[in-house]
């Protein structure tokens, strides 16, 4: 079991520029979710999908932000065009989609938006 | 909608001995599930533990257990003989439903002394 893979570690960027955040899930996990992790705000979920469907999106911040998830296998969070405030940790973690199954967390990207 | 709050921002134990971390929620469910992780400065998100509401006895694992008290919506983390690889953050987290999403408090963060 290789875990929940995020790329890249650590992003850098320029306001106004793209970024693209990628996640692989456990495989055999049907669900998959997208946090936001700030010292103000702390952990929120941004959006989650059962089944490469998208389910809730009512935390994302804005149309500046989009995910999708194409397969079971694969997932990205996109910022367009991204902004100072972004600057976060941005997790993604998979799960079965059963009562009181646990969420495996990747190991973050750290984005810096200047 | 429900919320998870851990009002102390820092604690402190000192090596050997036992702390508790605490969490209280609020939901007007009956049938929900807990969790605490853990995230040390590597930035990876640990599952600890996990009680389901369900469940009178405490959940127990290891070094640590938890006091699960239903009627007042409290779900503490006991930590004894503390290590100091147990410096790190700690999240409580509130889920219910079969979707997996999850909802954390701010967090807390535990020092160890030599």
């Known amino acids: 079991d290789a875990g929940v893979i995020q790329s890249p570690r650590h992003e850098v960027t320029e306001m106004g520029q793209e970024v693209t955040l990628r996640c692989k899930p456990i495989?055999?996990?049907?669900?998959l979710f997208w946090y936001r992790q700030t010292m103000m705000r702390g952990l929120e979920l941004l959006i989650y999908?059962?089944?490469?469907?998208?389910?809730?999106d009512s935390g994302m911040p804005e149309d500046r932000f989009s995910a999708k998830m194409p397969n079971a296998s694969f997932s990205t969070l996109k910022i367009q065009p991204s902004e100072p405030r972004d600057s976060a940790v941005y997790f993604c973690?998979?799960?079965?989609?059963?009562?009181?199954?646990?969420?495996?967390f990747g190991n973050g990207t750290r984005l810096t938006v200047t | 909608a429900q919320t998870v709050t851990q009002s102390q921002p820092e604690m402190s134990v000192q090596e050997a001995e036992t702390v508790t971390l605490s969490c209280t929620y609020d939901?007007?469910?009956?049938?929900?599930?807990l969790f605490w992780y853990k995230q040390p400065p590597s930035r990876q998100m640990i599952l600890v533990i996990r009680q389901e509401a369900y469940k009178q006895q405490n959940a127990t694992e290891n070094r640590f257990s938890v006091n699960f008290q239903k009627a007042a919506k409290s779900f503490s983390l006991k930590i004894s003989d503390s290590q100091l690889g147990d410096a790190a953050m700690y999240f409580c987290a509130y889920g219910n439903g079969a979707n997996s999403k999850l909802t954390f408090g701010k967090g807390i963060t535990l020092s160890v002394r030599p």
């Open positions: 973690a998979s799960s079965r989609q059963l009562f009181n199954s646990p969420l495996h």
């Open positions: 999908f059962n089944n490469n469907v998208p389910i809730d």
């Open positions: 495989s055999g996990h049907n669900s």
């Open positions: 939901t007007s469910e009956s049938d929900y599930y």
